[in-house]
C-alpha cells in the first residue's frame, strides 16, 4: 500500500526559505505518476503547487513560479519542496500527494489518488 | 485559471435526507473530481472523473454533471458524512480547487 509522509521545520521565519520533504512507501516515486506538493490555508483555500513528474520534470503554478521548487532523490524514495522569499500569508497546512493524470485525445484528466497527513507550516518571527 | 465555486458553504443535514453539493465551474471541464475531508485527517479522493466512486466509498454517494456544473449527492445522509467536501479539476493547469462546503449533522 502506497504511504505518503510530509516533513520538515514547522516553524519558518519571514523573508527566508521553507523546505518540506515528502517520503514515499510502497510506490517507486521513478515508475510512474506525478508526485505534488498541495497546500491548505486556514480559512480552507486549498492551492495546488506544482509536480515533479517520474521522470523528473517540472510544472509548476504559475502564482509561485519564481518561488518554488520540487526536486527529489531517487535513491531515498522521497521528494522535496523549497519555496523561497516566505511571507506569513504562506502559513497553511502542505501535503504531497500522488496525481494521476491522462490525455486521451479529447481531454486533460488528472486529480489526486494519495495524499500525505499534511503538516502544518507558520511563517511568523 | 478555472475558478470553482461550491455551493452552500455550509450546510447541515439531517439522518436519512438527501443532500446535494454543487460545484460550479468559470470554463468548461471535461471531468470534475471530489475529496473528503474529515477534521484532522488529510482529504481523501472520493468521486473521481465526475461519477466513479473511489475505493471503500459507500454507493449512497453519486456525482454527476458535465461543462461547467458538477453535484455530488449523498442519497440518505449518515453520521460518518458530517465532513467539508472539495471539488477540483483537472483539465486545465493550474489545477485548481473549489473552497469546500462544510457538511454536518442536524
Known amino acids: 500500500e502506497i504511504q505518503l509522509q510530509e516533513s520538515g521545520p514547522g516553524l519558518v521565519k519571514p523573508s527566508q526559505s521553507l523546505s518540506l520533504t515528502c517520503s514515499v512507501t510502497?510506490?517507486?516515486?521513478?515508475?510512474?505518476?506525478?508526485w505534488s506538493w498541495i497546500r491548505k490555508f486556514p480559512g480552507n483555500k486549498m492551492e495546488w503547487m506544482g509536480y515533479i513528474s517520474y521522470s523528473g520534470s517540472t510544472n509548476y503554478n504559475p502564482s509561485l513560479k519564481s518561488r518554488i521548487s520540487i526536486t527529489r532523490d531517487t535513491s531515498k524514495n522521497q521528494f522535496f519542496l523549497q519555496l523561497n522569499s516566505v511571507t506569513t500569508e504562506d502559513t497553511a497546512t502542505y501535503y504531497c500527494?500522488?496525481?494521476?493524470?491522462?490525455?486521451?485525445?479529447?481531454?486533460?484528466?488528472?486529480?489526486?489518488?494519495?495524499w500525505g497527513q499534511g503538516t502544518l507550516v507558520t511563517v511568523s518571527s | 485559471e478555472i475558478v470553482l465555486t461550491q455551493s452552500p458553504t455550509t450546510m447541515a443535514a439531517s439522518p436519512g435526507e438527501k443532500v446535494t453539493l454543487t460545484c460550479r465551474a468559470s470554463?468548461?471541464?471535461?471531468?470534475m473530481h471530489w475529496y473528503q475531508q474529515r477534521s484532522g485527517t488529510s482529504p481523501k479522493l472520493w468521486i473521481y472523473?465526475?461519477?466513479k466512486l473511489a475505493s471503500g466509498v459507500p454507493n449512497r454517494f453519486s456525482g454527476s454533471g458535465s461543462g461547467t456544473s458538477y453535484s455530488l449527492t449523498i442519497n440518505s445522509m449518515e453520521t460518518e458524512d458530517a465532513a467539508t467536501y472539495y471539488c477540483q479539476q483537472g483539465s486545465s493547469y493550474p489545477w485548481t480547487f473549489g473552497g469546500g462546503t462544510k457538511l454536518e449533522l442536524k
Open positions: 510502497g510506490y517507486t516515486i521513478t515508475s510512474g505518476y506525478d
Open positions: 470554463s468548461s471541464v471535461s471531468y
Open positions: 500527494a500522488r496525481s494521476r493524470y491522462y490525455y486521451d485525445g479529447y481531454y486533460h484528466v488528472g486529480w489526486f489518488a494519495y
Open positions: 472523473e465526475t461519477s
